[in-house]
């Protein structure tokens, strides 16, 4: 069965940094997008974060977050890293990973375009 379960959130300062993973199973990692998204509080909509394509070679990030978070991808371990460095209060939200059906589509960072999601995992910047 194909599943995602991220973790790592938490509870950080500002300018802190937090290391999100999303664990995958079920499926042939190595031919899919995965991408984050962010849902902040009181928004209904999943606000595209990042995403990575499914050999790594290409990854893309929202304005609001380039320069500060890097996605990786360990196809051999089934599992894609978010890296958060310098993290604001508005970066305040639950954060999930998620999987697209095509390396084209995860450019666009658009959550209908992806079809499985994870649980989510809460991140809180606040001091």
């Known amino acids: 069965q194909l599943q995602l379960a991220e973790s790592g959130g938490g509870l950080v300062q500002p300018g802190g940094s937090l290391r999100l993973s999303c664990e995958t199973s079920?499926?042939?990692?190595?031919?899919?997008?995965i991408g984050w998204f962010r849902q902040a509080p009181g928004q209904e909509e999943r606000e595209g974060v990042s995403?990575?394509?499914?050999?790594?070679?290409?990854?893309y990030y929202a304005d609001s977050v380039k320069d500060r978070f890097t996605i990786s991808r360990d196809n051999a371990k089934n599992t894609v890293t978010l890296q958060m460095n310098n993290l604001k209060p508005e970066d305040t939200g639950v954060y999930f990973c998620?999987?697209?059906?095509?390396?084209?589509?995860?450019?666009?960072?658009?959550?209908?375009?992806?079809?499985?999601w994870g649980q989510g995992t809460q991140v809180t910047v606040s001091s």
């Open positions: 079920g499926f042939n990692m190595n031919e899919y997008p």
């Open positions: 995403c990575i394509v499914g050999s790594g070679g290409s990854a």
């Open positions: 998620a999987l697209a059906a095509l390396d084209d589509l995860c450019s666009y960072l658009d959550h209908v375009s992806f079809v499985r």
